[in-house]
Structures are given as C-alpha cells and as structure tokens.
C-alpha cells in the first residue's frame, strides 16, 4: 500500500502562483510514477501532469504546458506541482496518485491522494 498526502491549496488571484506537494508513504519502492490529476464542478476528472520517477521524464495537459511543472524528490517520496499564469478555468480539486506495476508490462494509477482545493479568482 501507498499512502498520500497533498497540501498546498488554496485561493489566489488570476495570474497568481501556487504550489502543490505530495508527500508518499508506505510500499514506495512500488511506485514507477506520480501524476497529477484535476476535477472541476461537473466535469470529468482529467489528467494535469506526470513524472516517470526512474528518468523524470515529464508529460502534460496541452491546458497547462508552459505554466505547470511537476518535479519530485526521490529521497523525500514527494512530488511538486508548481502552477504560475493560473488562469479561473485551474479551478478544480487537485489529486496526486502513484502508479504502479499491476502485471508485467501493465502500470496504473492504483493509489490516490484526499484532494486539495485550487480556486483561482479573475
């Protein structure tokens, strides 16, 4: 099992910056990669950004490239989501989820973060 905790929400004015963290615990070494994930007030949940923990290679929503970057510290288990230029369409409660191997040649996203509120005002 793999346990995470976000922090790192809250209210900021368009333009503004925040930074979120996930902190993982538990069976970390299981981890191959992290993400991040959003879901606005009746809308889908979708995918923000991810980070293959081994190379650190990183892939984003076209949404938020240029203005998002998601980074991790391997020593502490944690990884970032640095959010610049937010826009109020970043609204959303933000989850971080850890992959892992399901089978061989299989990864999902088997573990999920409570959630933290991003609200961005115009």
């Known amino acids: 099992q793999v346990q995470l905790v976000e922090s790192g929400g809250g209210l900021v004015q368009a333009g503004g910056s925040l930074r979120l963290s996930c902190a993982a615990s538990?069976?970390?070494?299981?981890?191959?990669?992290m993400g991040w994930f959003r879901q606005a007030p009746g809308k889908e949940r979708e995918s923000v950004a991810a980070?293959?923990?081994?190379?650190?290679?990183?892939d984003y929503a076209d949404s938020v490239k240029g203005r998002f970057t998601i980074s991790r510290d391997n020593a502490e288990n944690t990884v970032y989501l640095q959010m610049n230029s937010l826009k109020p369409e970043d609204t959303a409660v933000y989850y971080c989820?850890?992959?892992?191997?399901?089978?061989?040649?299989?990864?999902?996203?088997?573990?999920w973060g409570q959630g933290t509120q991003v609200t961005v005002s115009s």
């Open positions: 989820a850890a992959k892992t191997v399901v089978y061989i040649g299989y990864t999902q996203y088997a573990y």
């Open positions: 538990g069976r970390t070494v299981s981890m191959t990669g």
């Open positions: 980070i293959n923990w081994s190379n650190g290679r990183t």
